[in-house]
DNA sequence: CACAATTCAATTGTGCACAACTCATCTACG
DNA sequence: CGTAGATGAGTTGTGCACAATTGAATTGTG
């Protein structure tokens, strides 16, 4: 007779658990400019280039628009993007920075730091876990 | 001037994309057991062993009862649990296996076999980032 | 050109995740 | 003993995350 697996054995589990943590970690910070984790990172994408429709938020995001219409919203209620149909192709909607929300990229610098601060690895462990990260993350993708 | 952060340098969110990488593995996989993956890491830990109240469950598995409390109800309405006041401590709320809860252990003995093949990770590199993301958790949660 | 198939965004419904709160029970201290 | 503080579970409200669906716009094909 086998044993059941265990939960502390389980990679699986602690990626979930070190995702919860680092969103935990983010939380305080990112109050600070009015935002949660998933519109720090829809705002990083548009801090590179913007405009970017809802499909290409998606696509880089790995998110649906079930996810980002209702995100983008929030973030437009608070003055930080504006959407606008896309004159060439109606079906697409840009996004695109207001003044406050391009603004708000100077107040964001200090994030990065913030987290490093909190991970405790040393930049070779960092480097290690995120080649193995993006390895996986492809694997897994791969097989659906 | 700084440049902002670029999305794809950042392993936090190799992170949470691994995360829900692998959530999207298991959808299928536990969905033949009709189960979620947080409901699934419940029925691991009760597996384990019953009865767990439900702070004992919430203490394994890094969840709160705003999160726990509606979700044992579901497995109730499954009929896999059933919930009933500790009679030492009428506080507390023990949770206990049915039957059916048991017997499911048995068809849930292969899913870590199904994620493993879909990592496609070495032993060595899967026992590096199990370790590291230990590591980085625990970093993480004291930081708070 | 016509129209079938596809693409894109939004909506609906379900289920986590967590903060803030309520209420009951228990513990400790005066 | 009696009550102040704590603990445990549940509820409410907000915000992801994703499946499934809708409806408009575009593309591809005959």
């Given at each position: ?32 400019l009015?935002l ?13 280039q ?28 608070l ?56 390895k ?9």
């Amino acid at each position: 007779m086998s044993d059941a697996p265990r939960l502390r054995h389980q990679v699986c589990f602690a990626l979930y658990s070190a995702s919860k943590a680092a969103t935990a970690v983010y939380r305080p910070v990112l109050e600070d400019l009015g935002l949660t984790y998933p519109q720090y990172l829809v705002m990083l994408v548009l801090w590179e280039q913007e405009p970017r429709s809802v499909r290409d938020l998606g696509a880089e995001l790995g998110l649906d628009s079930g996810t980002l219409s209702p995100l983008l919203k929030r973030l437009e209620a608070l003055g930080l993007v504006e959407r606008r149909r896309s004159a060439e192709d109606e079906r697409r909607v840009d996004v695109v920075l207001t003044g406050a929300g391009t603004a708000l990229s100077d107040r964001a610098q200090a994030v990065p730091q913030r987290l490093a601060d909190a991970a405790g690895l040393s930049a070779d462990e960092i480097e290690q876990l995120h080649a193995t990260l993006g390895k996986l993350t492809a694997a897994l993708n791969n097989s659906l």
